[in-house]
Nanobody
Framework: QVRLVEAGGGSVQSGGSLKLSCVVT????????MAWYRQAPGKERDLIAT???????SLSDSVKGRFAISRDSMRNTLYLQMNNLKPDDAAVYYC?????????WGPGTQVTVSS
């Protein structure tokens, strides 16, 4: 059973930074494509960042140049460094396998950005 626990969210001003973490148990994340998703109020959950088994990454246009996805294989933890945050980045952030997100969703972590 794979378990996902996200943390690191909070409330920041526009232009601020946050680093999210996702501790994964039950699966070696270095052997899987992993991803960060986010869901804003009233909107669908969107894929925003993917890390591949070779360490390569892919970012959606909405976060490219501002966010970075990484992993620590020793800690089996996924990270999302978010810089230059904008009000449109406000959402609940989740980690999971890259499409399809096969694991049961964790609680997510809330990010609020004030202008």
């Amino acid at each position: 059973q794979v378990r996902l626990v996200e943390a690191g969210g909070g409330s920041v001003q526009s232009g601020g930074s946050l680093k999210l973490s996702c501790v994964v148990t039950g699966k070696d994340i270095s052997q899987k494509y992993m991803a960060w998703y986010r869901q804003a109020p009233g909107k669908e959950r969107d894929l925003i960042a993917t890390i591949f088994t070779d360490g390569g990454t892919s970012l959606s246009d909405s976060v490219k140049g501002r966010f970075a996805i990484s992993r620590d294989s020793m800690r089996n933890t996924l990270y999302l460094q978010m810089n230059n945050l904008k009000p449109d980045d406000a959402a609940v952030y989740y980690c999971n396998f890259a499409l399809p997100p096969r694991a049961t969703w964790g609680p997510g972590t809330q990010v609020t950005v004030s202008s």
